[in-house]
């Protein structure tokens, strides 16, 4: 296939069809963050059931991101990437219209085989199509695009959500995707490895699909079930025997789906690490913060959305400067600097305590976001660059396959592990709230939580198994009308108090991301 400038017809039909399509399936998983409360209240649904509707289609997505990407790469990468969009625009369809949440999640998995074809698509055609001179500057505006949808999903959530039409997150897919289906159709040429013989890696298809989905299934179930439960331990267990196996089938493959040569450059390989790291504490960081500012601060949802407004202004701003700037000078710096200034922003969005709503936000969440928005803003752009530049041209899809799972993969790692060690952080929290002997600070300026003390053993271990619920937990019916406020106190700041800690190791998280550059990331990027 012959490469072509930015500049060029084109190079931007290119750019518009990958932004468009790709914007899909990231939109969707922040928005939905926004519009849980009007969607448990529409489908009458759980605590799990929401938790199931998120999932459910990262766990396809885990699953098969990886296959998506062999696929396009070996069979045809418009080709697979229109075939992605479609599928994904079916499940998009089938979710709008789900008139319980059993539905709703089976057509979220629907989604996700979907966004497996498509997400992978976008940047291998990309990688093969871009001249190479102008591939940085390209999957910078690609990386700022599709990060500014990611981030603005929440304000598009919010507004829909208040209005009553959360279902429009589901339906304004479908114009979306026509329009991208139409300039693939009509503007775009079909790219593929012609050195592939077109035969698909079978064993190591299915070993690499089951053994991610019982990875990912088995983290899912640790807000559940717990560490220790054999079907945590067992599931994920199985998960990783698999993958060795897949390593295993890989090695002796005459047609592997996965060249394990690609990981003995060091700059995927860390690349790949940092993004794990990165969007592990990325993940959990902006879950929390979310369900902080609704739950707790008492932002509307609209409100809450559009906390996340600046970042999606740097992003605009700064990341095709970034990627720029990874052409010009590689990868490297960047990579070390911009997760070390994101995870200062998680840190300082952890000392936000108790506030009075959206008019104190800018002297509490607004420095965080700031920090947090130009770590990110220097860090998205490069880090794809450095990954889909690692690696040869015919390996593109392969490449975004792997570095996209590592993504997913860590933003289900961080909804299930950071899920249960919330409980476990707000549990604690709100037991040591109703066994004070005597006023606390982290208790506000009342003395409500320490009438909890004189509280009937019943009742308090009522009010403790609300803990799973986290910021929406609800005084009990059994509980005396004269505990209900200090209840209502507890939950509050025992909330706080599981998010700050939540926020620091997310900030912890990023700084290991930071050091996986250090260690493994070259000075020079490698095409």
């Given amino acids: 296939m012959a490469t072509f400038s930015l500049n060029s017809p084109t190079g931007r039909w290119i750019m518009v069809a990958a932004i468009l399509a790709s914007s899909m399936g990231f939109i969707d998983g922040t928005a939905l963050n926004v519009v849980l409360p009007s969607l448990q209240k529409g489908l009458r649904a759980t605590g799990a059931d929401l ?32 075939i992605g969009i479609g599928v994904f625009m079916i499940g998009s369809a089938a979710c709008g219209c789900s008139p ?11 989604q996700g085989i979907g966004g497996a074809l498509m997400i992978p698509g976008s940047l291998s055609l990309i990688s093969a199509a871009i001249d190479e001179k102008e591939k940085g500057k390209a999957i910078g505006i690609w990386s700022a695009a599709t990060t500014v949808v990611t981030v603005g999903g929440p304000i598009l959530g919010g507004a829909l959500a208040d209005a009553g039409l959360w279902r429009y997150i589901f339906f304004i897919n479908l114009p979306i995707g026509a329009v991208a289906l139409l300039i693939l159709w009509r503007k775009v040429e079909e790219s593929k490895d012609e050195s592939s013989s077109g035969r698909l890696d079978f064993a190591g298809s299915l070993a690499i699909a089951v053994g991610l989905a019982l990875l990912t299934f088995g983290c899912l179930r640790i807000p559940v079930m717990g560490w220790r439960h054999w079907e945590t331990g067992g599931t994920m267990g199985a998960g990783l025997l698999l993958l060795i196996v897949f390593i295993w089938i890989e090695r002796r ?24 790291f990165l969007y592990a504490g990325l993940g959990a960081g902006m879950l929390f913060l979310s369900l902080n500012l609704v739950q707790i601060q008492g932002y509307s949802q609209l ?28 990868a490297r710096p960047l990579l070390i600097a911009g997760p070390l200034v994101a995870g200062a ?33 220097f860090t998205v752009a490069p880090l794809t660059a450095a990954v889909m530049g690692s690696v040869d041209q015919r390996f ?44 606390r600070p982290d208790m506000g300026p009342t003395r409500k939580a320490c009438a909890m003390c004189a509280m009937p053993v019943t009742q308090k271990q009522a009010v403790m198994a609300q803990a799973v619920n986290l910021g929406n937990a609800s005084v009990p019916a059994v509980v005396d009308e004269k505990y209900k406020p200090a209840v209502v106190t507890a939950y509050r700041y025992a909330f706080i108090t599981a998010y700050a800690k939540i926020l620091r190791i997310s900030a912890v998280l990023a700084w290991c991301g930071a050091l996986m550059a250090v260690v493994f990331v070259k000075k020079v990027r490698v095409t």
């Fill in 303 to 330: 409100e809450s959305g559009m906390t996340f407004l600046p970042l999606t202004l740097l992003m605009i701003s700064l990341s095709r400067y970034a990627g720029g700037l990874s052409d010009r000078w590689g």
């Fill in 345 to 377: 922003g998680l840190l300082l969005l952890s000392f936000a305590g108790q506030t009075h709503g959206a008019g104190d936000y800018w002297a509490n969440f607004f420095p965080g976001i700031l920090v947090l928005g130009l770590g990110m803003s």
């Fill in 100 to 110: 319980d949440t059993t539905l709703l999640i089976l057509f979220r998995i629907v």
């Fill in 51 to 82: 938790f199931w509707v998120l999932n459910a289609y990262l766990l396809m997505l885990a699953a098969l991101i990886l296959i998506g990407g062999s696929l396009g790469d070996r069979l045809g990468r418009k080709r697979m990437f229109m």
């Fill in 253 to 276: 493959s005459r047609y592997p789906m996965m060249p394990l040569g690609l990981f003995s450059n060091s700059t995927f390989s860390g690349a790949n690490a940092l993004s794990f």
């Fill in 396 to 439: 593109s899809g392969v490449a975004s396959g792997v570095n996209n799972a590592m993504t997913r993969i860590a933003s289900v790692f961080a909804n299930a592990v950071f899920g249960a060690l919330a409980v476990v952080f707000f549990a604690g929290a709100l037991e040591g709230n109703m066994s004070v002997g005597g006023e």
